[in-house]
T-cell receptor, first 113, second 115 residues
Framework: AQSVTQPDIHITVSEGASLELRCNYS??????LFWYVQSPGQGLQLLLKYFSGDTLVQGIKGFEAEFKRSQSSFNLRKPSVHWSDAAEYFCAVGTTGGFKTIFGAGTRLFVKA | SAVISQKPSRDICQRGTSLTIQCQVD?????MFWYRQQPGQSLTLIAT?????????ESGFVIDKFPISRPNLTFSTLTVSNMSPEDSSIYLC????????????FGQGTRLTVV
């Protein structure tokens, strides 16, 4: 069965510092991978997605993620964090044949001045 | 892309009652999904709803508690039955991607509080 693990429940970074959020997945076939962001009281927003091809994918708001098949990972990165990036981040895997989406537990990002 | 409308957007309900949440999509889709997001938690898939057949429930969710209807390719309902305070959550409707390279789309959710 497919699953997603986000090992960090919360992370605190200083504004302007770099960020990496970890994500590991388990899926028997080629995964479709996503990162979503959810600000307090808001809906889900898709940051980026990976389906095939180049393993480094660019997303919105300056985020990028790298797919590493050998490590079953899809870590999210940003070179310089802004205070407005404080939110909950969800890694997710989508299944083929219907795109049922399975979410990780989420990582809450705190940004300090 | 798909535009998903959920109603109601929020509700406060008495324990022991039931609430039906509606999900309308602006295009025909084969599969629709219902998720629950408990306070401070991630999204958990409740069930997959296909038109013309019974919904498929994930482990820990049962039809008696969360009956689902899927009368056509653009509409679905989720009922939360015999509610208790533990059912206080956000319930989200989702539709699957329409093909390779597309992602699932989510409604804005229904925020349910059971008192």
């Amino acid at each position: 069965a497919q699953s997603v693990t986000q090992p960090d429940i919360h992370i605190t970074v200083s504004e302007g510092a770099s960020l990496e959020l970890r994500c590991n997945y388990s899926y028997g076939a080629t995964p479709y991978l996503f990162w979503y962001v959810q600000s307090p009281g808001q809906g889900l927003q898709l940051l980026l997605k990976y389906f095939s091809g180049d393993t480094l994918v660019q997303g919105i708001k300056g985020f990028e993620a790298e797919f590493k098949r050998s490590q079953s990972s899809f870590n999210l990165r940003k070179p310089s964090v802004h205070w407005s990036d404080a939110a909950e981040y969800f890694c997710a895997v989508g299944t083929t044949g219907g795109f049922k989406t399975i979410f990780g537990a989420g990582t809450r990002l705190f940004v300090k001045a | 892309s798909a535009v998903i409308s959920q109603k109601p957007s929020r509700d406060i309900c008495q324990r022991g009652t039931s609430l039906t949440i509606q999900c309308q999509v602006d295009s025909q889709v084969t599969m629709m999904f219902w998720y629950r997001q408990q306070p401070g938690q991630s999204l958990t898939l409740i069930a997959t709803a296909n038109q013309g057949s019974e919904a498929t429930y994930e482990s820990g969710f049962v039809i008696d508690k969360f009956p689902i209807s899927r009368p056509n390719l653009t509409f679905s309902t989720l009922t939360v039955s015999n509610m208790s305070p533990e059912d206080s959550s956000i319930y989200l409707c989702s539709v699957g991607g329409t093909g390779i390279g597309t992602e699932a789309f989510f409604g804005q959710g229904t925020r349910l509080t059971v008192v």
